[in-house]
């Protein structure tokens, strides 16, 4: 099963980070959040990605031609025009990286890469800027437990700010620290679609969250697979601090793969 990964945004409201690359590379803990989200699918056994790339697309490409110089030692024999890599892992990934246009909406990038997909095998799509402890394999044997056209995470959002619990006379009863959100749900961002989705989308100007996942839901064609535990969306520098805080803890939710450091 493929995985389709949108990494071509501007990425306006991390600009401190974006001017510079597009949000995807932006790191945490010294690899890009892509890579991170990649080894999270690696981890239940999908390796073979589409990459829709845009803004700045070519430091993504650029990122994977030249991964073996970042993943171990490297002898550069100039006279002879060679390059020899030394106790360099390497990721058991097989990544297409499609130009899916600067100003293309969600929706335009995923109808651009139809044809590196397979028509009769569903697929799996996430953003290029969210992480989670997701269980991919039972988000995959849900989808097609259910045999809908679409299906799609939904996650509580966290809290932002800490909560009074007041009593009847005014006094604080406790205080809880960034509790979850009211009780609605949102998208996660983790999806598993199969192809003929695609044909619900009009062109570049699409956003797959509007019209798309809209007419999915009246037609009974999108479910939702619910994830309780960690997720967490990098929008911002405050976001990307939050997740760079918890990989250097050694406990970030997401890391689910054997540690490689």
């Known amino acids: 099963m493929k995985v389709i990964i949108l990494a071509g945004g501007y990425g306006s409201r991390l600009s401190e980070e974006t001017t510079q ?5 932006v790191e945490i803990g010294g690899r890009p959040i892509l890579w991170h989200i990649m080894k999270l699918f690696g981890a239940h056994g999908l390796t073979d990605f589409i990459v829709c790339v845009g803004y700045k697309g070519f430091m993504i490409k650029e990122y994977f031609a030249n991964l073996p110089l970042h993943a171990g030692d490297v002898t550069v024999d100039l006279a002879k025009g060679e390059v020899a890599y030394h106790d360099a892992r390497r990721e058991p990934w097989r990544v297409t990286l499609v130009d899916t246009g ?3 909406m ?3 990038r995923l109808k651009r890469i139809r044809r590196w997909l397979d028509a009769a095998e569903p697929f799996c799509m996430t953003y290029g800027d969210g992480l989670a402890d997701i269980d991919v394999t039972g988000l995959v044997a849900f989808h097609k437990a259910h045999g809908r056209a679409a299906t799609i995470t939904a996650v509580a959002p966290p809290g932002r700010y800490g909560a009074l619990d007041l009593g009847d006379d005014d006094r604080v009863q406790r205080f809880v620290e960034k509790p979850p959100g009211d009780r609605s749900l949102i998208n996660g961002g983790f999806f598993v679609l199969e192809p003929k989705v695609l044909d619900r989308i009009a ?4 956003p797959f969250e509007a019209e798309p996942l809209e007419s999915l839901a009246r037609d009974g064609e999108l479910v939702a697979f619910r994830h309780a535990g960690f997720w967490a969306a990098m929008d ?3 976001d ?3 997740l760079e805080a918890l990989w250097a803890s050694g406990q970030a939710p997401w890391a689910m793969w ?3 450091r």
Do not use: C, S
């Open 203 to 206: 062109g570049d100007e699409t």
């Open 240 to 242: 990307r601090n939050h």
């Open 21 to 25: 690359r597009p949000k995807p590379m």
């Open 236 to 238: 911002t520098l405050r």
């Open 258 to 260: 054997e540690p490689d």
């Open 106 to 108: 969600t929706g335009g």
């Open 102 to 104: 600067e100003a293309t």
